[in-house]
């Protein structure tokens, strides 16, 4: 008899839930969630350490001769580096086209989006769909000169306005042209500071048009393209600027035409939003061409009737994710959580249905929902998932409304089936909404400029600079913690942020996002301006495709006098302390290459590069203005910032209108008493 063999299953470990987040929901979700035996990213992540090699950037699987790793060692470190692949690949050839690779993927998730948009638009335009709608006239007339697009028409020596329906459908087969066509150069760049534009130009990297920047990066890092660093990096400017300067911002602004340009308004957030008494349906995912037909469908009086049937109060609807930051922005829709809360929301047991559309959905979520009712239901075609247990309800913006009231209908239809519900009581309340117009309504001024008061502020030294913080939760990193001490760091020391995407939830999360906060957490210069003006010192200005308000508000602020003549002159930063995602490299790539100074948390997968690593982190502040960094401590970075801010002030000028100094412990104890 063949003999017995003993196979030992390693047992697998979890995370200690006190350790691995500062939300006290979150500890709360994951106890329970480990006390049902529900395995959850917070467990995966003690189980699986990230490869050694990847991270250092320098394993290359780009053809079947390899994959070749190249990882930097102590002996190389001291000796000569003669690391090669077999094709003869260095170390700084792969990185960079590994990091390539990911500003395409990253340009492509966002500019896709914007895509999609533009289609809808468009149908729009051609009265080919009744559920969506141009809502905000005023801001189609206000991007339709930047597509070149008249908006008066001189007949019979008289000037006439034109029809809106003439300027959106010229607006939409501009807009829509951009991903593709033949030759030119895109729009939207000539929004930047004159001398930003002119820098690109110079370089010879004005993206041509969205697809082919992100098309022949694929083909540069194919084997045997491109071999030089540099050359590969131009490129990478060429697609992350037709993100942020095109995909990326044309998103943002058709979904202001059709759904409504933010404005300041009062919400909450955390997974404490959700209610026992009301059918609750979780919106993950990014395009807002889904969440905002479930919010109108949801308002339905139809459905809310249909609702009291089954013995619900009512519908609450909760975001997870950017498509959670755009409803918010526009509806108030409370965020029930950010990206690493995503499996706890069904752990609640209150989840009647978990909407999900692009990007950022955990492929787990199916298994989590499996151990509750939760209907999980994908709706877009490039996004299934293989679990049977999935429900795949495809959205197409022609039946839209028809579409949104079947989801909704079937969690409602879902409610009666909850049986063991817990809800965390955390939540926060707070003021979202901002954009580039709010921020000129309330910081702004027609005597020098639009954002004047801004100016001013930044010039008589209340406030030090501007910080956008952004991006990701990341679960190599504890939840939230660093963000939320940059971001409290920063405003200690006067710096105002403006935030989007995770970043704006987590703030939320914690009452950063309330005017009161000004007073608890801020320096005495930026809370004096808070309270003045009445705003939070952090701005949530929406998603991360919304990071190109914060280009523009840039812009603005250039624009208004008294700081300079671009982007780079400003007492200015960035940083994505928790990223994880390709799009945070190319949010990165595209804020570097317009002047920011911009620091990333974690890594960098570029270390196994010296050379590639030192020409990201200095050389190319010499071409750009800007240029990127790395620093896992969060003081450390918010130190950074600052002392980068007060070199811009001083070249400025205006170093001495305050004290340079960082708040010392002191100070800092005798805010927080
Ligand atoms: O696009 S911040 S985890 S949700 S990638 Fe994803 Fe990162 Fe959140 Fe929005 Ni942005």
Known sequence: MAEEKVVKVKEKKVANPEEVTIDPATKQMLKRAQELGIETVFDRAENLKPCNIGIQGTCCKNCAMGPCRLPLTKSVTEGEDDRKGLCGATPNTIAARNFARMVASGAAAHSDHGRSVAEVFLSVARKETKDYKIKDEGKLLAIAPHFGVETTVEVDGKIMDRSIDEIALEVAEKAYAEWGKPEGELYYLKRAPQ????????????????????????????????????????????????????????????????????????????????????????IHGHEPILSEMIVAASQTKEMLDYAKTKGAKGIQLGGICCTGNEILQRHGVPPAGNFLQQELAIVTGACDAMVVDVQCVFQNLANVAKCFHTKLITTHRIAKMEQDNVIHIQFDEHHAMEDAK????????????????????????????????????????????????????????????????????????????????????????????????????????????????????????????????????????????????????????????????????????????????????????????????????????????????????????????????????????????????????????????????????????????
């Open 195 to 282: 001398p930003l534009y002119e820098r690109w130009k110079k370089l010879g990297e004005l993206p041509r048009n969205i697809d082919r920047e992100i098309v022949e990066i694929m083909h540069r890092t194919h084997m045997g393209v491109d071999q030089d660093y540099k050359n590969l990096i131009k490129q990478c400017t060429r697609a992350s600027l037709g993100d942020g300067w095109g995909g990326s911002m044309i998103a943002t602004d058709l979904q202001d035409v059709m759904f409504g340009t933010p404005s300041p308004l009062q919400s909450e957030a955390n997974l404490g939003i959700m209610k026992t008494d009301q059918v609750n349906i979780i």
């Open 406 to 673: 079947r989801i909704v209908r079937l969690a409602i239809d879902n409610f009666p089936n909850r049986k063991n519900v817990m809800i965390p009581k955390h939540k926060a309340v707070q003021i979202a909404g901002f954009g580039v117009e709010s921020i000129q309504y309330h910081l702004g001024g027609t005597f020098r400029g639009s954002y004047y008061t801004l100016n001013d502020n930044i010039i008589n030294g209340r406030i030090r600079g501007i910080a956008g913080v952004v991006g990701c939760n990341n679960a190599r990193t504890k939840h939230n913690e660093q963000h939320i001490v940059l971001v409290k760091e920063l405003i200690k020391n006067d710096v105002i942020v403006l935030s989007t995407g995770c970043n704006g939830i987590t703030c939320a999360m914690e009452g950063l996002l309330s005017p009161e906060t000004a007073q608890v957490f801020c320096g005495p210069g930026l809370a004096e301006v808070c309270e003045t003006v009445g705003i939070p010192p952090v701005l949530h200005m929406g998603s991360c495709v919304d990071n190109s308000r914060i280009l523009l508000a840039a812009t603005e602020v250039v624009k208004a006098g008294g700081l300079g003549k671009d982007i780079c002159d400003l007492p200015a930063a960035g940083a994505a302390p928790e990223w994880m995602s390709e799009k945070a490299i190319s949010i990165g790539q595209y804020f570097v290459a317009s002047g920011v100074y911009t620091l990333f948390g974690l890594m960098l997968p570029v270390d196994g590069a010296p050379v590639f690593q030192n020409y990201l982190f200095k050389e190319v502040e010499k071409i750009y203005g800007g240029k990127w960094d790395v620093e896992p401590d969060p003081i450390k970075m918010a130190q950074k910032m600052i002392a980068h801010i007060d070199k811009k002030r001083k070249a400025l000028g205006i170093d001495k209108a305050r004290e340079r100094v960082l708040m010392d412990m002191e100070a800092r104890r005798q805010l927080e008493a």
